[in-house]
């Protein structure tokens, strides 16, 4: 993949609000929900740092119909979940709020294994970043958390979310291979958002679906798509409300979002739908 800059300019694409209703309560089991992925009529998920490593596999009504045990992994800090669309999931144990970790890893799982066994064994592809050289580094270069994976050409891309001070609203955008192994990530460029603030800005999930790419933070989407070599912003959607907002998916139709509200501070553990 070629390396790529990407500055927002506002009025090469359209900025709209729409109405996100709310489908579905999440059960109690997702009160920490850090993922989403659309497979047909169901929704796959799972609990971020801390919890058991399952997979949720949950109805558009919110009802749990199964649940996996991932066996070879660990529930450091899963923050993404993503389909490629043929015959895997993958994990992000990408979590990495203070910039410290020195074991991030990606679970490459079976579908076909998570939606009908209780437990499935995971294939571990193992990683560091390119550019990380201090753990943590300096409050200006804090780059390294990541909440965000797609998988797009037979790879494995990753958004990092910023927690820089002051915050500069770049996202590091990194490739890796989809086969186990042990790899650096390759860096392929920046990808800039507007430098105001983490609760606007911070990438908390991505998903690629037939070419578009949607990027989720706490207050809006991104919908990108790729031309000439680089991502080009094509549409913007704020949110109704600020709560934790952390997994998307998408279908032909619609745009799904999750919540988490393990804190109680937020009105959130809901599925969300609204028109793309």
Not at 143 to 172: C, M, W
Request: hydrophobic share 35%.
């Amino acid at each position: 993949m070629n390396k790529f800059y990407i500055i927002i300019v506002f009025f090469l694409f359209t900025i709209q609000s729409h109405s996100q209703k709310k489908h579905a309560a999440l059960p109690s089991e997702l009160v920490e929900t850090s993922a989403l992925v659309k497979y047909k009529c169901s929704f796959l998920s799972l609990n971020d740092s801390g919890n058991a490593s399952k997979i949720f596999v949950f109805n558009k009504r919110g009802k749990i119909k199964h649940t996996c045990f991932i066996e070879n992994a660990e529930n450091l800090d899963w923050e993404a979940l993503t389909y490629d669309g043929e015959a895997f999931l993958y994990i992000g144990d990408i979590g990495n709020n203070a910039n410290k970790r020195r074991d991030l890893v990606i679970y490459k799982l079976e579908l076909d294994k998570v939606l009908k066994n209780d437990t499935s064994k995971a294939e571990k592809i193992e990683f560091s970043y390119s550019e990380q050289t201090n753990f943590p580094p300096e409050e200006t270069e804090l780059y390294y958390d990541a909440e965000a994976l797609i998988v797009k050409d037979n790879q494995l891309i990753i958004f990092t979310k910023n927690r820089t001070v002051p915050f500069d609203g770049i996202s590091k955008v990194y490739t890796l291979p989809t086969k186990a192994g042990t790899y650096v990530a390759n860096f392929e460029g920046d990808l800039h958002l507007l430098p105001t603030n983490w609760r606007e800005e911070s990438i908390t999930d991505a998903t690629y679906f037939e070419g578009e790419l949607f990027v989720l933070t706490y207050a809006k989407i991104y919908k990108l798509i790729w031309e000439n070599g680089m991502w080009t912003k094509k549409k913007e959607y704020k949110h109704d409300s600020w709560t934790q907002k952390e997994g998307i998916a998408v279908d032909k139709k619609f745009i799904y979002l999750t919540d988490e509200n393990e804190s109680g501070i937020f009105s959130g553990n809901y599925l969300y739908k609204l028109k793309k």
